[in-house]
């Protein structure tokens, strides 16, 4: 029984095999315009960019938010309203009855977490709001 198995699955491991090939091309000519052989190009290894640290905007009265975690953002604001990801990047979104606050955070080398680098504020209907008071708005209603 246990033979039986086992062939089976080299039979089948064969057949796989046989299968592959068949897809594969043999690199010579199409055959299709008279014999005119098909050049594919080079294959090209994988390009690996380090990781850069990314540029701060500081603001005045953003010294605690610019700079801050994931885990700092939500201790001074809550639980954020939107928390995106877009490939390596985050956002997270903080909103309050007087504004909306977005921050980005990026991965860096100075931190295993990724940092807050830029701050954008509105209100509800779309009009920029100055940050600074934006976060101590949010911050206060906070501490209702």
Do not use: H
């Amino acid at each position: 029984m246990r033979n039986c198995r086992a062939l089976r699955q080299v039979a089948a491991s064969c057949l796989l095999v046989l299968a592959l090939s068949a897809c594969a091309s043999s690199g010579g000519s199409t055959g299709a315009k008279g014999g005119v052989s098909a050049k594919r190009p080079p294959v090209r290894a994988p390009v690996t960019t380090p990781v850069r640290d990314p540029q701060f905007r500081m603001e005045p009265g953003l010294e605690q938010v610019v700079g801050a975690t994931q885990g700092q953002l939500v201790g001074q604001f809550g639980r954020p309203r939107l928390d995106v990801w877009e490939g390596d990047a985050r956002k997270l979104q903080f909103t309050g009855s007087a504004c909306i606050l977005d921050i980005y955070l990026y991965p860096t080398t100075r931190s295993r977490d990724p940092l807050a680098t830029y701050v954008e504020a509105r209100r509800s209907d779309g009009r920029n709001v100055d940050k600074a008071a934006c976060v101590n708005a949010l911050r206060a209603s906070r501490g209702r």
